[in-house]
């Protein structure tokens, strides 16, 4: 079992940036792929971008494509969500989850991820 805990969200002007972190603890990060998702005020959690356990895949949402960037160091057990030209429709709450998975793949269905950290808000503002 995997604990998340995320950290750098804030309140940033329209076409700042911000980096997103997940530190995973209590299991070896590298069995899992990684997801981060979002959740704006009365919409539904949404995905965001993925990575694999070995960095070599990566999925992004259309909407995100060119501005944001997944990554991750797992010597650090933690995953990266580097976000650019930061628009007022990326505010919401932005999670990252963990999937204990064989493959090198990752999953863009919230539902395979089997671990989520609490979330950290991130607001941009005109």
Not at 17 to 32: E, H, I, K, P, Q
Not at 100 to 117: E, K
């Amino acid at each position: 079992q995997v604990q998340l805990v995320e950290s750098g969200g804030g309140l940033v002007q329209a076409g700042g940036s911000l980096r997103l972190s997940c530190a995973a603890s209590g299991d070896t990060a590298s069995d899992y792929a990684m997801g981060w998702f979002r959740q704006a005020p009365g919409a539904e959690r949404e995905f965001v971008a993925a990575i694999g356990r070995s960095s070599a895949v990566t999925f992004y949402t259309d909407s995100v494509k060119g501005r944001f960037t997944i990554s991750r160091d797992n010597a650090e057990n933690t995953a990266y969500l580097q976000m650019t030209r930061l628009k007022p429709d990326d505010t919401a709450v932005y999670y990252c989850a963990a999937d204990y998975t064989l493959s090198f793949s990752a999953s863009t269905t919230q539902y395979d991820y089997d671990f989520w950290g609490q979330g950290t808000q991130v607001t941009v503002s005109l």
